[in-house]
């Protein structure tokens, strides 16, 4: 099976585990339940669960159930999105081609949304099937420090925040961007070893794996945004220069740039070189998250 074909299966996968864990549409109050499942189901490449369980298949084979701890990625991916979009944050109109959650339902739904999406995901966590409860502790708790506020999701989003309009500024750019982006794909890699039972070892590769392919897809992001348009994104284009982000071309250039995201791409092949043809999912992943167009 070649990568895209891979892929397409995993989606399929992940999504059949979204609609199952996920309230339908019919379920009072509707509203909510309509736009949670608006934004999780506007596409999107699920390339966080898809990391998951590519970790997984490294440590054990056929790793029963990982979509269902997986999934939850993906909920805290479009959560922070639904909330990213808001006006009071990054005000965009448009999220994976569609319109963004707010602008679909309104503010205060969005919000709701984005709060419902976070807290079902630590219900589905705590509610796996056939797995034990200090795993399942492990796992919240490895969701839950990288969503969070120090050296999380959040605390990424603050201090893009707070950078906006500042010098351009290397140690800032990655406390931004190990956490905004960076930690929760870190946490894929992460939740996908400890679901399959990785020991240290294994789990420390494969950290090192994600660190850097975090900050390689945050470097590729931040290339996008200068060199696609809005079409080709799903998303407004050329917001981070005009909102005056601290971004990766900002700070080295767009060919030095380049040049990192590569690095950190080899890096994360050198990080699973000892799991042999085990890791080939994980390394062709690194390449076509350096090598994407949008």
Same mark, same amino acid.
């Given at each position: 099976?070649?990568? $895209?074909?891979? /892929?397409?299966?995993?989606?399929?996968?992940?999504?059949?585990?979204?609609?199952?864990?996920?309230?339908?549409?019919?379920?009072?109050?509707?509203?909510? #339940?309509?736009?949670?499942?608006? $934004?999780?189901?506007?596409?999107? %490449?699920?390339? +966080?669960?898809?990391?998951?369980?590519?970790?997984?298949?490294?440590?054990?084979? *056929?790793?029963?159930?990982?979509?269902?701890?997986?999934?939850?990625?993906?909920?805290? #991916?479009?959560? $922070?999105?639904?909330? *990213? !979009?808001?006006?009071?944050?990054?005000? *965009?109109? /448009?999220?994976?081609?569609?319109?963004?959650?707010? %602008?679909?339902?309104? =503010?205060?739904?969005?919000?709701?949304?984005? !709060? &419902?999406?976070?807290?079902?995901?630590? @219900?589905?966590? &705590?509610?796996?099937?056939?797995?034990?409860?200090?795993?399942?502790?492990?796992?919240?708790?490895?969701?839950?420090?990288?969503?969070?506020?120090?050296?999380?999701?959040?605390?990424?989003?603050? #201090?893009?925040? =707070?950078?906006?309009?500042?010098?351009? !500024?290397?140690?800032?750019?990655?406390?931004?961007?190990?956490?905004?982006?960076?930690?929760?794909? +870190?946490?894929?890699?992460?939740?996908?070893?400890?679901?399959?039972? &990785?020991?240290?070892?294994?789990?420390?590769?494969? $950290?090192?794996?994600?660190? #850097?392919?975090?900050?390689?897809? @945050?470097?590729?992001?931040? /290339?996008? *945004?200068?060199?696609?348009?809005?079409?080709?994104?799903?998303?407004?284009?050329?917001?981070?220069?005009?909102?005056?982000?601290?971004?990766?071309?900002?700070?080295?250039?767009?060919?030095?740039?380049?040049?990192?995201? =590569?690095? =950190?791409?080899? +890096?994360?092949?050198? &990080?699973?070189?000892?799991?042999?043809?085990?890791?080939?999912?994980?390394?062709?992943?690194? !390449?076509?998250?350096?090598? +994407? %167009?949008?």
């Amino acid at each position: 099976m070649d990568l $895209s074909a891979y /892929l397409a299966e995993r989606q399929r996968l992940i999504d059949r585990e979204l609609d199952r864990r996920t309230p339908p549409e019919t379920t009072p109050p509707e509203t909510i #339940h309509r736009a949670m499942r608006y $934004s999780l189901f506007a596409g999107g %490449k699920r390339i +966080r669960p898809i990391l998951a369980m590519a970790a997984a298949e490294v440590v054990a084979d *056929d790793p029963a159930g990982i979509a269902g701890a997986a999934c939850t990625l993906e909920m805290i #991916h479009t959560y $922070s999105l639904i909330h *990213d !979009d808001l006006p009071a944050l990054d005000n *965009d109109d /448009l999220r994976r081609g569609v319109p963004t959650c707010h %602008k679909m339902f309104d =503010e205060a739904m969005a919000i709701l949304a984005g !709060d &419902a999406l976070l807290t079902l995901a630590f @219900q589905v966590l &705590a509610q796996l099937e056939s797995t034990d409860a200090a795993r399942k502790a492990r796992l919240i708790e490895e969701l839950a420090t990288a969503a969070g506020t120090v050296g999380g999701m959040i605390g990424g989003q603050v #201090h893009d925040l =707070e950078g906006e309009g500042a010098p351009p !500024d290397p140690q800032v750019l990655e406390s931004i961007h190990r956490a905004k982006t960076g930690a929760l794909l +870190r946490a894929s890699v992460r939740m996908g070893a400890i679901y399959a039972g &990785a020991g240290e070892e294994q789990l420390a590769a494969l $950290s090192c794996y994600g660190e #850097h392919i975090g900050l390689a897809f @945050q470097i590729v992001d931040d /290339l996008l *945004d200068v060199e696609q348009p809005s079409e080709a994104l799903g998303k407004t284009a050329g917001k981070d220069a005009a909102q005056r982000k601290i971004t990766f071309p900002a700070v080295y250039g767009v060919e030095r740039s380049r040049e990192m995201a =590569e690095q =950190e791409r080899l +890096r994360a092949h050198g &990080a699973v070189t000892g799991f042999g043809d085990r890791a080939r999912r994980l390394r062709e992943l690194a !390449d076509r998250i350096v090598q +994407r %167009k949008a």
